[in-house]
């Protein structure tokens, strides 16, 4: 009987053969660009939330809601990219 295949395995092995081939374009793809559309992102929601209106009550909670979840995000891809720089120093 054929030993069954993980499902991910094909992707995991073409994203570690671009770590390895071009490591500066996968951090790049992976975490720079990431943290600067998630920093875009919140600066659009701060603007969005100071243009509107004090007694739109409802719609200021809604954009602090997203405001929050983009900064948990942007937190999570923080911690994977000092994680990455580690490991990136490991193989130098």
Do not use: C, G
Not at 66 to 71: A, H, W
Request: aromatic share 12%; proline share 4%.
């Amino acid at each position: 009987m054929p030993a069954k295949k993980r499902p991910f395995e094909a992707e995991s092995k073409k994203w570690h053969s671009r770590l390895m081939n071009n490591p500066e374009q996968f951090e790049k793809e992976t975490f720079v660009d990431r943290i600067n559309e998630i920093n875009f992102a919140i600066k659009e929601f701060r603007k969005l939330y100071e243009k509107a209106p004090v007694t739109d009550h409802l719609f200021r909670a809604k954009v602090i809601k997203e405001i929050d979840r983009s900064k948990r995000t942007l937190s999570k891809i923080l911690v994977e990219y000092e994680m990455f720089k580690k490991y990136r120093r490991k193989l130098q």
